[in-house]
């Protein structure tokens, strides 16, 4: 049976009254300017490198575990899923879900703490403020401009998908108390984003789906690497309901059936709720229009408390077993010691730096710093590993 598709909610970004690109460019006859920024970060180089950076387990661990890249896809994939239920534009859905790790370094999470360090007297690193740097600047594609020259709405989802970064008069908030990353600040300074206020339901519906994906996928691959029984799991919210409806409808199955019977149903789950508390909050806040998304007290798109506390539960459950198991962070250990190893090369020794990269240099300390993170960050996992061997006695196997 077809499945009919849902009108277009009136709060939805709409592509024809986008607020347009920095550098003005003729429309295309085939695809909405929302379709474009898709299909410009799918080519982009930076894009094809997360397939060789690091989710949670490096590569050497296995080919099945979750790369950057897979988990893009997956984020895409539920982005889009969201957006066609919420009758929000999948396009734009799909845009913030392709760009919304770009600005990760080698070795995941590692990689990014360690070159955050490395920059602390620099303004530090933010892999959501380097994303926006890629794809204002470091991309060289295109003849009239550098980065890729992205709508205004799909830039500002990036910068804020997680909701305002300082209040209107400007002041940083949240997270960003201490001051706002240098590239969210500088480029904001010649591109207003409206950093004071919500970004679109559909940046906020990609956001939500990273949170998803992150929930299901790392249950899939911790259980692949065996870090806890699948049992482990009848404790948690939801989670622990599914499994024992899996145990009643299908008795003994095999455990790769029954690990993923599991993740796609949470998926599901969590999907479902979506939709609904965001009805629910469409409702209450009056939300008529994506003005008024941008102008709520709070997210449109969320979980319900309920489903929001089995978030939490998830990845509470995870933290101790997954991202902070020895065996993980042992690797991880070697793993920042590479990307410290390489800042502290290229900052002595900038004559070791590709020739095009080396040029751009410049005097200025803080500039300079910030090109050699820039030039590191954009590393697949393999390549920092190659140009490490490539100066040190010792690089690490990573195993």
């Not at 709409?14 to 410009?40: K, M, N």
């Not at 790790?101 to 933010?126: I, K, R, S, V, W």
């Not at 259980?223 to 989670?239: G, H, K, Q, S």
């Not at 010691?337 to 020739?355: G, K």
Request: aromatic share 8%; net charge negative.
């Amino acid at each position: 049976m077809a499945v009919a598709s849902l009108p277009r909610a009136p709060w939805a970004a709409d592509p024809a009254r986008s607020r347009g690109r920095l550098h003005g460019e003729e429309a295309s006859p085939t695809r909405s300017d929302f379709r474009r920024d898709c299909d410009r970060l799918i080519h982009s180089t930076a894009f094809r490198r997360l397939k060789h950076k690091t989710q949670v387990f490096v590569s050497h661990e296995g080919d099945h575990f979750r790369t950057r890249l897979t988990h893009t896809l997956e984020v895409a994939q539920i982005a889009r899923a969201l957006a066609r239920s919420l009758g929000l534009d999948e396009d734009l859905a799909e845009a913030l879900a392709l760009a919304h790790d770009l600005g990760h370094p080698p070795f995941g999470h590692a990689g990014e703490h360690t070159l955050d360090q490395c920059m602390a007297e620099f303004g530090g690193f933010d892999h959501n403020a380097q994303t926006l740097r890629v794809v204002t600047s470091l991309e060289h594609r295109y003849a009239g401009f550098d980065g890729l020259n992205l709508t205004f709405e799909t830039l500002e989802g990036i910068a804020k998908h997680n909701g305002p970064l300082t209040d209107r008069a400007g002041k940083p908030t949240g997270r960003y108390a201490k001051g706002l990353p240098s590239a969210l600040a500088g480029y904001a300074a010649r591109h207003d984003l409206m950093l004071w206020s919500y970004p679109s339901g559909e940046a906020q519906a990609a956001a939500i789906a990273d949170d998803i994906a992150y929930d299901a996928h790392d249950l899939d691959d911790a259980l692949r690497a065996e870090l806890f029984a699948v049992e482990d799991l009848r404790a948690l919210p939801v989670a622990g309901a599914i499994l024992a409806e899996v145990n009643v409808r299908y008795g003994e199955i095999d455990r790769p059936r029954l690990v993923n019977e599991i993740t796609r149903r949470l998926i599901h789950a969590m999907i479902e709720d979506v939709v609904a508390e965001t009805g629910r909050r469409v409702s209450a806040l009056g939300i008529a229009s994506i003005d008024d998304v941008r102008g709520a007290a709070h997210a449109v798109v969320g979980f319900s408390p309920a489903m929001q506390k089995a978030d939490t539960a998830i990845k509470g459950f995870l933290t101790p077993r997954m991202y902070r198991n020895e065996r993980v962070l042992a690797i991880m250990r070697d793993a920042q010691a590479v990307v410290r190893d390489l800042f502290a090369r290229f900052s002595t020794h900038p004559e070791d730096l590709p020739s095009e990269w080396e040029k751009a240099l410049g005097s200025d300390p803080a500039a300079r710093a910030r090109r050699i993170a820039d030039f590191i960050a954009g590393m697949t996992d393999n390549f920092a590993l190659e140009q490490h061997a490539r100066f040190f006695d010792l690089t690490p196997k990573l195993r």
